[in-house]
Every structure is written in C-alpha cells, then in structure tokens.
C-alpha cells in the first residue's frame, strides 16, 4: 500500500501511544527535563490535525515542575512506569482501529549488552538500568498485537541516546525488555522509524526541548497544512537538510537516523544521513586511505586485526571484505564519531607517528581528536559531577581561553570543549589542561579525570609536556589552598565572600549570621553568629574578616538574605569604624544582594536567564514599568520577556516588595533598583548609572566604582543603586557544611 498523497486526510483514524520519561529513581542527576514538554507538542500537532483526544494514549513520569502543564493537556495520563508500558503494548494496542498508528517515545536511552537500544524506565538508578528494548518495540508492531485489518502503516518516533554505558555500569545493566510474545508475520505494514541519533550517540535537549522532536514537529507541521498527510519521505529529508545546517552554524554533532519496511512498497532499508565531504576534505579523505594503507603494508594480517577491535568501537556495519581495504577502513572511520582518531590509535598501537599531516586529514575529516573510548570516559565523569562541579570546570575553561560553553550537559560541555579546543601539532591540548587545572583543585573525581588526561596524553606522545602542565596546576591549586580566600586565579579574580543574613527575631533588628569564603570549589567557613547581633555588631565582624580574608576591589561580597531585607542598603555599611579611615563597605568591594527563595519552580528559567547574563549588555536589562505594582501585573510582563538576562525596577518603595516577589519568582536573576528615589528620579539615576557598563557580568565591578565617586559626593547616583545578582551555580553552602571551623 502506497503512502497516501492525498490534499486532505482523514487524521480520526489516526491513533497514537506517547511515552515521557523525565522522573527516574536515580534522582536528579538522572532526571531529564523537556521530555514532556516535547510529548505535549506531539500532542498538540495531532489534535491540531483533527486527531481525537480519545485516540491518544498517554504515559509519562514528569518532573515536578512539569506535572501542572502535562495535567493541563491530558489529565487521564498513565504512570511511565514498567508494568505500564509492558500492559499498553503487549495488550493496549489490540483493542486500537484505525489506519495510522504514531508512537513517539523521549527520554534517556542507553547501549546495553550486546548492542541493544534500552529506552529506559522510570525505575531505573545508576546501579540498576532498566529499560525496553527499542528494536523489539518496532518488532511487535509486525505481530497480530495491532489488527490484521486496521493500521496499515505506522511511524515510530524515538528522542533518545544511544550512547554506550561506563564499562562499570554497563555490566550491571539489566538486559532491555523484549515486548513481543508472537512471531511476526504482518511484513506488509508500513513502517517509518524516525531515531534521533545514531548507535553509540547522543540525542540533545536544548531549553527544555528535544532537538529532535523540536526540528522534526516544525517539518511536521509545515508538511501538514490544512490536514494533509505528511508526506515522510520529505519530511525526513528536510530534517536531515536541518541538521546539515545546524552543523554547519552551531557544529552540533547529532545524526539522526532513519529506517523503513515497506514504504512505498519497497523492501526494507536503513541509512543515516551524513553531510557530504567538500572538496577540501575529500582531498583528505584521500591522505587518509594512503597512509592507512601504509600503515596497513607494516605486516601480513594487520587490516584484519585492526577491523577486529573496531568491530568493539565502532556502532556501525563492519566492511563485507575480509581484511578490508584502508578505503573500507576510513569509510568505516568516517561512519562514527570520533572515527579517524579511533583508527589512528588502533594502527599506531602506543605512539602516534611523528607526522603532523596524519593528525591534520584526521581535523579536516571531523574536527574531533578524542578517540570513542576517551570521549565516552570523560562524558561519564563529567555525568558523575553536580550541577555546580560542571559549572566549575567551564569556569576554568573560560578563565584559560576565551570560549563560549553554552551548555552544563557533560555530553554537551565535552563536545564544546573538544571542537573549540583542537590540539595544534605537537603541543599538548588545551582541554588536557583544563581537565589538570580542575583535578588540581582536588574533588571526588580528581584522580580519575588525571588518569583519563594521562592516556590521552600518552596516546598523542605528549606526556612530558602533561607532567610539566600538571606541576603548574598542582602549585597553582596549591597557592589557592594556602589562602583560599585570597588567591587570585590568572583571570584576576579574588573569589566571594558569603554572608547569610538571617530575618530578625522578635523586635528590634538583631540576626544571626553566618560567612563563607568561596574560590572555586573551595568554600570555607569563616563565622558563625547563632546569637542574634545588632547591625552595627554585624558590620564589625564583617570588617575584620574582610580585612584578613578578602582583596580589596576584587572579592565579590554577596549578602543572602530574605525577600523582605532585599532594601537593606548593606553596601553602605561602614568599615574602619576603629580605624583612620572611615569608608563603605561598597567603596572598597563589589557588594550584591542576593535571595533564593521562591526559585524551586522556576529553576530552569533562573538558569536560563543566568546564562544570558553571561554575554549580554546592559542594555538588554528590561526596564520594568513603574506603574505595574501587583505580583500579577509584574509577573504578566515578565512572562512576555522570557528572553530578558535582568530587569531594572522603577516602581516605588511602596510597591517594589511584589515587585521583587513576581521577579524572583520569574526567575529573574539581575535586578537594578533605586533604594530612596520615586519613580521618574530612579528612572534617570539608574539611566546614568547604567551608562558606560560594558558588559552586563561586569555590573557589579562597575557599581563599584560608581559607589567608590559617590563617597566624595553624596548626590551621585552610584550611592543608592542596589543590585541583586544571582548566580545559580554559586549557591550557599549545604546546611550540613554549616558549622564554624
């Protein structure tokens, strides 16, 4: 039966199963944030379609902060679970008629044994993987589990990666459920199966949305119009023309896969798509085959051999030829990721050739020098990191080079790292050295990611130059532990200092408070107050460890404190009471408000935001109306402004506690606001303060300086400008790391 072509399409005898997975047992280094948010865009283009509710069957594990918006859409969703998913296909789909069946599956997807794709249950936690197995699923759908005569043609849907687990791991994953319990014998159904990546790959999520289903849904829709049936064939290779494009701009390394039975009444077939070589790399595709051969020529059955340990790296079909040629070979190298590094150290066993043209044509061909084992041993580590520790090493990738590292996902920051960071002939890596210059700092993982960064050097030959950078790292690490709280790294930085501000007790305006140094990883307890103090007894205290454990213009002082003490003017605090000289505690550091709370469900939006901050100007602040003073009206045109890094608040002193409220609870993590003036006065202070920030991350050196004019004239705007900056990734410590040294 031929694809219908028709203008217009019957879509109510379409049917469609949905799986979400977002919620694991592993917790939240496990859980992935956007499957459901894609399984409902799925669902709105069907029902948009002319699709009835009815026929969709949804199951999902959604995050917490994702469950209001999956009820909104389908309240009569089903848990993602393992009985839930066996029960659906291996009965469900019986009792389903119709003409055309979707099921769409996202969320984490791993290699098991043997190869097998295990889309993985929300049971699963590291020490136990558990999941279906890809494969099987469209395997079933040639069994009598779908009727005889109904659903003659099918489209499977998969946003997942298939990346390969840690050797560890891997041992201990649970082989994946197979779902048929009947032969197969509808070889006549149709069926288009759309991957998101390739074997041994990764599937991206970027904002909270596969990049998958997010290029595929805009294909779909623009195939769709006016209730046509997509044509899949074009479809397909207009997704494969976007990706040819996002590799070419962003140098994304996604290849989705596809493979169809029967479609077009043709047999079956499998192909991935790969951009074609320009004339330049086809040149070096051509040095390639020739020094392979060469290398080949060194002894009687070494092609053989090479393909044989291949065969354990690479996710691809083996070359037919028993031994292959060095052609089939660079082919072959060609076909995977990080393929030509991969055959390059299989050949040249534990030393690289001494010739850099080898190393150049392996650049040229796909600008990755890791070998699959490495890249997959540093992902993993990397996946072991929190959210903060990821944020660390980028941090030291960016104080060393200028890159711009847009994402936290291992998968994601080790690409990034890789592509920006290419080893120049005969030198050592840059990312070798920012892996050394983070181990340095000690941590859980320290010792393993200097092994990894060993044999990567040891492999390229590069070893003395690795000794020789991890002797700079370990006393550059050592000079930050000796002093953590004043050793600058070479970016110039003197690190924070962190003070807790608790709310006042009973009358009058006592508080505990607690302080922190923070350099890098390291954070060290300086002072714990548990008897409620004064503020004046407070800035004292803070006087004599600013004075011995910070750098004057440098350490950035951060005050943590409630919603209703975000006016507290602490950057004029007083230090040198007791002194020859009196000046405010803003004068002589960055000072920043900052408070958390209200973020638990709008984190995902604060990072968002943060990571705008980071390359923004000032001018890309939003200056929020100063008539707006509800946390509906605030909170309403924030919504609208989803892409703003900050907003600059005019409203008056009367009306800036909602104010602060909506924005904080829209993820808002720089604000700017006047502490004393009204409205049309804030407007044109903040104005002139703002004039002359270069960037909006150097904010709070900038109001430094303006506060440092404002001490010889009281009049100057720079004294009454508050500023709250937020940095997600620099959080107060643990509760449990609370206690005084």
């Known amino acids: ?96 008629d119709g003409d055309w069946l979707w099921v769409y599956w996202a969320g984490h997807g791993v290699q098991a044994r043997d190869g097998r794709w295990s889309l993985l249950y929300p049971e699963t936690h590291e020490r136990d993987i558990q999941g279906a197995d890809a494969d099987s699923l469209v395997n079933l759908l040639r069994t009598d589990h779908l009727k005889w005569s109904s659903m003659g043609r099918v489209t499977v849907v998969i946003d997942a990666c298939r990346q390969a687990l840690d050797v560890g791991v891997h041992e201990l994953a649970d082989p994946p459920d197979t779902l048929p319990i009947e032969p197969q014998t509808d070889h006549d159904r149709q069926i288009f199966w759309m991957r998101a990546c390739q074997a041994g790959a990764v599937a991206k999520n970027q904002q909270g949305a596969g990049l998958f289903t997010s290029v595929l849904l805009r294909q779909l829709k623009a195939a769709s119009v006016d209730g046509a049936a997509p044509d899949l064939d074009r479809v397909w290779q207009a997704v494969s023309d976007e990706f040819d494009r996002l590799r070419e701009d962003e140098g994304t390394r996604q290849l989705p896969t596809v493979f169809v039975s029967n479609w077009q009444e043709e047999k079956e077939r499998e192909f991935s798509w790969r951009r074609p070589l320009d004339l330049e790399q086809q040149r070096s595709r051509k040095k390639l085959i020739y020094e392979v051969a060469g290398l080949l020529a060194a002894g009687p059955g070494r092609a053989a051999a090479v393909a044989a340990r291949l065969c354990d790296e690479f996710t691809t079909p083996s070359p037919r030829t028993v031994p292959p040629s060095a052609e089939e070979l660079v ?24 010739r850099a043209e080898f190393h150049k044509v392996c650049h040229a061909l796909q600008n990755q020098w890791l070998t699959r084992a490495e890249y997959a041993r540093l992902v993993a580590l990397l996946g072991r ?38 080893p120049p002939p005969r030198q050592l890596p840059q990312l070798l050295r920012v892996v050394e210059h983070y181990a340095a700092l000690g941590g859980e993982i320290a010792g393993e990611l200097r092994t990894w960064s060993l044999g990567c050097a040891e492999r390229l030959g590069l070893d003395g130059q690795l000794h020789e950078r991890r002797a700079e790292a370990e006393e550059h690490a050592r000079r930050r532990h000796a002093r953590p709280d004043t050793a600058a790294d070479q970016g110039g930085s003197g690190g924070s200092i962190q003070i807790r501000l608790h709310p006042p007790g009973g009358s009058g305006q006592r508080r505990a408070y607690e302080v922190w140094s923070r350099a890098g990883e390291t954070v060290r307890s300086l002072a714990k107050a548990d008897t409620p103090a004064t503020l004046e007894e407070i800035q004292r205290g803070l006087d004599d460890l600013l004075t011995t454990h910070a750098r004057t213009l440098d350490t950035l002082v951060e005050f943590f404190v409630a919603p209703t003490d975000l006016e507290l003017a602490v950057h004029r605090w007083q230090l040198g009471a007791q002194g020859p000289f009196e000046r405010s505690l803003g004068t002589d550091y960055p000072v920043v408000v900052r408070c958390t709370e209200l973020r638990a469900n709008q984190r995902h939006v604060w990072e968002r935001r943060w990571h705008k901050a980071g390359t923004a100007g000032a001018e890309d602040l939003h200056w929020l109306p100063a008539h707006m003073d509800t946390f509906k009206q605030v909170h309403g045109d924030l919504q609208g402004k989803e892409d703003a890094p900050g907003a600059v608040v005019t409203a008056p002193a009367r009306a800036r506690s909602e104010v602060f409220n909506a924005c904080l609870f829209g993820g808002v993590p720089v604000l700017l606001w006047h502490v004393e003036a ?64």
Request: glycine share 6%; hydrophobic share 40%.
């Open 678 to 741: 009204e409205p049309d006065t804030a407007r044109a202070e903040l104005k002139a303060a703002l004039r002359g920030a270069e960037r909006l991350k150097t904010l709070p050196q900038h109001l430094r300086k303006l506060r440092s004019a404002s001490d010889a004239d009281e009049s100057h705007p720079g004294r009454h400008v508050a500023l709250l900056w937020d940095d997600p990734h620099r959080p107060l410590p643990e509760k449990l790391d609370l206690s005084a040294p």
């Open 331 to 354: 082919d072959w190298a060609l076909a995977n990721p990080h393929g030509t590094a991969t055959l390059l150290a299989e050949l040249t066993g534990e030393r690289p050739p001494e």
């Open 1 to 96: 039966m031929a694809q219908a072509t028709q203008a217009a399409y019957d879509w109510r005898r379409t049917h469609a199963v949905i799986v979400a997975v977002e919620q694991y047992n592993g917790g939240d280094d496990l859980n992935l944030d956007g499957p459901v948010h894609d399984a409902i865009e799925m669902r709105k283009w069907l029902t948009g379609q002319g699709v009835p509710a009815e026929n969709i069957q949804l199951l999902a594990s959604p995050m917490g902060r994702n469950k209001a918006a999956l009820e909104a859409v389908h309240p009569a969703y089903r848990p993602a679970d393992r009985a839930h998913v066996r029960k659906l296909f291996r009965e469900g789909l019986r009792e389903i």
């Open 385 to 422: 990191l929190d959210e903060p520790g990821r944020y660390d090493i980028a941090e030291v990738a960016r104080d060393k080079y200028p890159v711009d590292l847009p994402s936290l996902e291992p998968v994601a920051l080790v690409d990034a790292l890789e592509a920006l960071l290419l």
